[in-house]
């Protein structure tokens, strides 16, 4: 049910359906919006190398002078992302180009609790784990497209 980077409410599932379906898609904020796009492979490998690295106590932490980081407890929390915004009218011109067809843009004001960028601070996990995403948003988009319509052979809307 799900595809590579992402749910079906995640923007580019719903952005690729209605372009497929030719509907409009919303824009918020004039599409004045950044997003910290992971393709899964990436996350995969970053999962993956947290499991082969289990985490060790910390024997140096303290409950006198606890740090949000390190702790007693065998465990390690890792952001996993691509820590590079992109644009959001970039990515809608990218999956354009992936599709081969124009989107239709509803152009809408910024949504209440929104906000304009996100992204991973993947500092932790690339010091610990060597992670470094490496799939370039043009190519994970690309290979989006192409596993969203083998998916959707029958039904791509």
């Known amino acids: 049910m799900y595809g590579p980077w992402g749910r079906p409410d995640m923007a580019l599932w719903l952005f690729t359906r209605a372009i497929l379906a030719g509907r409009p898609i919303d824009v918020f904020n004039g599409g004045a919006m950044q997003r910290d796009l992971t393709y899964i492979d990436d996350i995969v490998d970053g999962v993956v190398a947290a499991v082969d690295r289990p985490a060790r106590p910390d024997p140096t932490w303290s409950g006198d002078a606890p740090r949000p980081d390190r702790s007693s407890a065998p465990y390690r929390v890792y952001n996993l992302g691509n820590r590079t915004p992109v644009p959001l009218m970039t990515l809608i ?50 290979r989006f497209v192409a596993w969203y319509r083998a998916y959707h052979a029958e039904d791509p809307a």
């Open 93 to 142: 011109e990218t999956l354009q180009a992936a599709l081969g067809r124009r989107a239709a843009l509803r152009m809408l004001p910024m949504q209440p609790g929104d906000v304009v960028a996100t992204w991973a601070d993947t500092d932790a996990a690339e010091a610990d784990l060597g992670y470094h995403p490496t799939t370039p948003v043009a190519e994970g988009v690309e």
